[in-house]
Structure formats: C-alpha cells, structure tokens
C-alpha cells in the first residue's frame, strides 16, 4: 500500500492534465514543477504522519513482548500451533472426515 500510494500521489505531480484539475510536468501546464514539488511534500508528510502512528502503536507492543509469537510457536509454525487442523495438510495420508459444523 505504501509504495503504491506514494507513486500515486507523484503520478499527479508527472502525469496530472489541467483537464481534470491537474498540473503535470509532462503536459507542459504553467507552475508544472511546482506541482511536482507539492506532491512530493505531500507524499512525504503522509509518510511522516502514517509512521507516526504506526510507531504509537507498535513501539508499546514490542516493549510489552507482545508484538512477536514464541520461538516455538515459530519454529512449529502458525499454520499448525493456530491456523488449522493438522489434517489440512496431510496430503491424504489420513482418512479425511466430513467438518463439523
């Protein structure tokens, strides 16, 4: 999402026609480089303010160990400590029993 959205909101800066309210350096608009320069500055103070806030979040949880799961659950795998039954996987090496619901 982040790479996408930052090459977004340069598109409008290179490719943005005065059409649809845009200024592009590659239409030639009048002030098109300063357009340029403000989608820039835009995209980076996003980049600031999503960070930001993503670290008010994560930075307490990873102080609090509670950001990661156990070496063991690691090494085992989430698939199998949390996701599914162990059949899921087993390639039809067991007999296979209807889901109960």
Not at 46 to 70: C, D, E, H, N
Request: charged letters at 20%; one cysteine or more; glycine letters at 18%.
């Amino acid at each position: 999402h982040g790479c996408a959205g930052f090459w977004g909101v340069l598109a409008v800066g290179l490719f943005g026609s005065e059409e649809v309210g845009g200024n592009g350096i590659f239409h030639g608009g009048e002030n098109s480089g300063a357009q340029l320069g403000v989608q820039l500055l835009g995209a980076l103070m996003i980049t600031i303010w999503s960070g930001g806030f993503a670290a008010l979040f994560f930075v307490p949880l990873k102080a609090a160990g509670l950001l990661r799961v156990s070496e063991e659950m690691q090494t085992m795998g989430l698939d199998e400590a949390k996701h599914s039954p162990r059949r899921a996987y087993s390639m039809g090496d067991e007999e296979k029993k209807p889901a109960k619901v």
